[in-house]
C-alpha cells in the first residue's frame, strides 16, 4: 500500500514522542527503584545506630547502678527453681534480676552478637512488680528472652528483612502477654537468620549470632539467637519457634534445652511467618532454657486460661505433671542412623549414653527405624518450599541476601530452571535427596498442593501404625547429625535436618536436651574411616566442617506422640540427671 511521506513523518515524529514517553517511563521506574535501595540502606543503616545506642544506654545504666561481674553472677548461678523461689519469698527484686541478666547478656552479646535489641520496658514492668501487693505470678520477676519475630509493642519484628522497617507492632503476641501475665520480664530480642528459613542466625539488619563455645561457629537456627544467649548464661529462660529444628538446633548446637511442641499446643499468634498460608507442616512456638526444669516451669506456666481465653484455637489442654512425675517404666525405641546421613561418631555416642542412662532406670530399649524417611524428608521439603521461596523474595527485594540464605535464595529465584535441573541431577549422583530436593518443582495447581496433603497424611497413618505395632511410648534419636557448624555452612550439609524435621512433617512434640561434649576420642573415631566411612558427598563436608570439634555440645532428641509433651519432658529431665 502506498504511503505519501509526509504520512511517514508524522508517524516517526509520533514514535520519537511515545518513546520520549516510554524513556521517561523507564527513568522515573529506575529513580524509583534506586531510590527505593537507597532508601532501605538508610534505614538498615538507622536501624544498626538504634541498636547501637539503645545497647549504650543499657550499658550506661548498669554502670551507673553500680552493677558488675561479680554483682550479676551471684544471680545468674542461681538455677530455675532457686530463682523462682527467691522472687517468691521477696529474698531477690525483679529489678535486682533483670540488672544481673541485663549486664551477662550484654557480656554474651559482645562475644556472639545474639541480640537484636534490649527491651526498654523491662525495667518500668520489673518496677511494677516489685511495688505490686497481692500474690504473685509464677514467673514473678524472671527475665524471658524473646526470639526477634514474636510481636513485642512498639518494636520492629522483621525476621531480618528491611521491608519489616518500616512501621512498629501495635501489640504483644499472645505468648508474650502470657509470659507478662505470670509475672515475666521479656527484656531482651534476640536474633534470627534472614527469613528464618535457614538454621544459620544472620541477616543483614543485625548481623551474624555466633556460637558462645567456639566463635567460628553458628549457634544453629533459626531461633539462634535464643540459643547462644541462652547457651553463653545471659538469659536463663526464652522463646523460640520451630518448624524444622529452629528450637532444637540451636539448643543442640549451644548445649541447651528447649522444646517443639505439638503444634498449637502454645499459641503463636502474632508470631511472623512469611509463609503463615503453608497449611501441612505448621510452626510452633517452644521455650527453650538452660535446664529441663526451666522448659518445664514455662509449659507449667503457659498452659493456662490465660492462654486458652487469648487463643482460643489453642486446646486447653493443662500441663499434665502426673504424666511429667509418672515413674511407670516405658517401652523407649532409639535410633543412631535415619538413612539420609550418618551422624558424626560424637553424635551416635549421646544416644548410646542417653540409651543406657534409661535403660538404668528401668525402661525397656528397642532398636526403632523411622520408615521411609527419605520419602518423609522429601515431601517436607517440597511443602515448605512449596512456592520455592518466592513470598521471601517478594519481600527481600532491594535487601542484599544474606551469605546464610544465598545459595537456597539462588538455586530457586535466580538458577534458570534447565540449570536447576542440572545442577539436580549432578547432585543426584552424591545425593539422592539433595538432587531431588535441588530439582524439585514449583507446585501451580491446587490438585497437587492436596494430593500433598494426602500424601503426607497417610505417611502420619503409616508411621503411627509402625510406632503401635512396636508398642512404644517414646523414641530417642541424635540431636543432629553433628555439632555446631562453622558459620554460614549449613546449607552445604542441609540433609541434617532429616533428624529434626521428620518430627514436623509428623507433628509430634519433640525436645532436645544436653548429654555430652565432643571429646578427642570422637574426633579420632570421626578420622577413622572404619567407624565413619562418610561415603556420601554430604557425610564428607560433615567431616571435614566437624573437625577441630572438641568440647562442643551434643545434645540428644526425645520425641512423644502427639499432645505428650509431658512424656518428652519427663526423658529429657531422666536423661539430664542421669548423664554427663
Ligand atoms: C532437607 C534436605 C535438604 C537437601 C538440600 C541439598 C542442598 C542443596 C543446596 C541448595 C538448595 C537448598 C535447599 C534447602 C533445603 C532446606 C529447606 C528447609 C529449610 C527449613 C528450615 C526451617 C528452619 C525453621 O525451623 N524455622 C522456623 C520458622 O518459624
Given at each position: 500500500m502506498h504511503m505519501p511521506v509526509h504520512a511517514f513523518r508524522d508517524g516517526a515524529s509520533v514514535m520519537k514522542k511515545h518513546w520520549k514517553l516510554v524513556g521517561l517511563g523507564v527513568g522515573v521506574l529506575l529513580a524509583a527503584e534506586i531510590y527505593k535501595k537507597y532508601n532501605r540502606k538508610r534505614r538498615i543503616q538507622q536501624r544498626k545506630d538504634e541498636v547501637k545506642k539503645s545497647c549504650a544506654r543499657l550499658r550506661q545504666q548498669l554502670q551507673n547502678d553500680g552493677i558488675n561481674e561479680a554483682k550479676s553472677k551471684v544471680i545468674t548461678d542461681l538455677s530455675i527453681t532457686q530463682l523462682q523461689s527467691k522472687l517468691q519469698n521477696g529474698e531477690l527484686k525483679a529489678i535486682d534480676v533483670l540488672r544481673a541478666y541485663q549486664y551477662k547478656a550484654l557480656e554474651v552479646n559482645d562475644k556472639t552478637n545474639c541480640i537484636v535489641e534490649p527491651i526498654k520496658e523491662a525495667e518500668v514492668w520489673a518496677r511494677e512488680l516489685d511495688n505490686q501487693t497481692g500474690p504473685k505470678g509464677p514467673l514473678h520477676g524472671i527475665p524471658i528472652s524473646i526470639k526477634e519475630c514474636y510481636s513485642i509493642k512498639g518494636y520492629f519484628v522483621t525476621a531480618g528483612m528491611s521491608y519489616f522497617l518500616d512501621?512498629?507492632?501495635?501489640?504483644?503476641?499472645?505468648?508474650?502477654?502470657?509470659?507478662?501475665?505470670?509475672?515475666?520480664?521479656?527484656?531482651?530480642?534476640?536474633?534470627?537468620?534472614?527469613?528464618?528459613?535457614?538454621?544459620?542466625?544472620?541477616?543483614?539488619?543485625?548481623?551474624?549470632?555466633?556460637?558462645?563455645?567456639?566463635?567460628?561457629?553458628?549457634?544453629?537456627?533459626?531461633?539462634?539467637?535464643?540459643?547462644?544467649?541462652?547457651?553463653?548464661?545471659?538469659?536463663?529462660?526464652?522463646?523460640?519457634?520451630?518448624?524444622?529444628?529452629?528450637?532444637?538446633?540451636?539448643?543442640?548446637?549451644?548445649?541447651?534445652?528447649?522444646?517443639?511442641?505439638?503444634?498449637?499446643?502454645?499459641?503463636?499468634?502474632?508470631?511472623?511467618?512469611?509463609?503463615?498460608?503453608?497449611?501441612?507442616?505448621?510452626?510452633?512456638?517452644?521455650?527453650?532454657?538452660?535446664?529441663?526444669?526451666?522448659?518445664?516451669?514455662?509449659?507449667?506456666?503457659?498452659?493456662?486460661?490465660t492462654l486458652f481465653t487469648l487463643d482460643p484455637f489453642v486446646p486447653p489442654l493443662k500441663f499434665n505433671t502426673k504424666v511429667y512425675e509418672s515413674k511407670k517404666?516405658?517401652?523407649?525405641?532409639?535410633?543412631?542412623?535415619?538413612?539420609?546421613?550418618?551422624?558424626?561418631?560424637?553424635?551416635?555416642?549421646?544416644?548410646?549414653?542417653?540409651?543406657?542412662?534409661?535403660?538404668?532406670?528401668?525402661?525397656?530399649?528397642?532398636?526403632?527405624?523411622?520408615?521411609?524417611?527419605?520419602?518423609?524428608?522429601?515431601?517436607?521439603?517440597?511443602?515448605?518450599?512449596?512456592?520455592?521461596?518466592?513470598?521471601?523474595?517478594?519481600?527481600?527485594?532491594?535487601?542484599?541476601?544474606?551469605?546464610?540464605?544465598?545459595?537456597?535464595?539462588?538455586?530457586?529465584?535466580?538458577?534458570p530452571n534447565i540449570l536447576r535441573m542440572f545442577f539436580g541431577l549432578l547432585m543426584k549422583t552424591q545425593d539422592r535427596l539433595a538432587g531431588e530436593v535441588v530439582s524439585q518443582r514449583r507446585i501451580w495447581f491446587m490438585l497437587d498442593w492436596w494430593d500433598l496433603h494426602d500424601e503426607i497424611t497417610a505417611y502420619k497413618s503409616k508411621f503411627i501404625q509402625h510406632w503401635r505395632d512396636m508398642n512404644l511410648d517414646a523414641v530417642i534419636s541424635p540431636g543432629l547429625a553433628c555439632p555446631a557448624l562453622p558459620s554460614f555452612k549449613s546449607i552445604r550439609v542441609s540433609t541434617v535436618l532429616s533428624y529434626t524435621a521428620l518430627w514436623n512433617l509428623l507433628n509430634f512434640p519433640a525436645g532436645s536436651v544436653p548429654v555430652s561434649k565432643v571429646t578427642e576420642n570422637d574426633q579420632k573415631q570421626l578420622n577413622d574411616t572404619e567407624v565413619y566411612p562418610a561415603k556420601k558427598y554430604f557425610e564428607r563436608k560433615l567431616k571435614e566442617f566437624c573437625q577441630d570439634g572438641v568440647g562442643l555440645p551434643v545434645n540428644v532428641q526425645c520425641i512423644a506422640l502427639p499432645y505428650q509433651e509431658e512424656v518428652v519432658l519427663r526423658l529429657m529431665k531422666e536423661i539430664e540427671t542421669n548423664t554427663k
Open positions: 512501621k512498629v507492632v501495635d501489640d504483644d503476641a499472645v505468648l508474650v502477654k502470657v509470659v507478662k501475665a505470670a509475672g515475666g520480664v521479656p527484656f531482651v530480642r534476640t536474633n534470627i537468620p534472614q527469613t528464618m528459613m535457614t538454621f544459620e542466625c544472620s541477616n543483614p539488619l543485625y548481623g551474624n549470632t555466633t556460637n558462645p563455645h567456639d566463635s567460628t561457629r553458628s549457634p544453629g537456627g533459626s531461633s539462634g539467637g535464643e540459643g547462644a544467649l541462652i547457651g553463653g548464661g545471659g538469659s536463663i529462660l526464652g522463646i523460640g519457634g520451630d518448624i524444622g529444628g529452629s528450637i532444637r538446633i540451636p539448643s543442640h548446637m549451644c548445649g541447651i534445652v528447649g522444646l517443639k511442641p505439638t503444634v498449637q499446643r502454645l499459641s503463636l499468634n502474632g508470631s511472623l511467618a512469611l509463609n503463615s498460608g503453608q497449611t501441612h507442616v505448621k510452626p510452633s512456638g517452644g521455650p527453650m532454657a538452660n535446664s529441663v526444669d526451666g522448659v518445664v516451669l514455662a509449659m507449667k506456666v503457659l498452659l493456662d486460661d517404666p516405658l517401652r523407649i525405641g532409639y535410633y543412631t542412623d535415619d538413612g539420609i546421613i550418618t551422624p558424626v561418631p560424637a553424635c551416635v555416642r549421646a544416644v548410646h549414653e542417653a540409651k543406657q542412662a534409661l535403660e538404668k532406670l528401668g525402661h525397656t530399649m528397642v532398636p526403632f527405624s523411622p520408615p521411609d524417611v527419605h520419602a518423609a524428608v522429601a515431601r517436607y521439603t517440597r511443602t515448605v518450599l512449596a512456592e520455592r521461596g518466592d513470598i521471601a523474595a517478594g519481600l527481600l527485594a532491594g535487601d542484599e541476601i544474606d551469605p546464610s540464605y544465598k545459595l537456597m535464595y539462588h538455586t530457586y529465584q535466580t538458577l
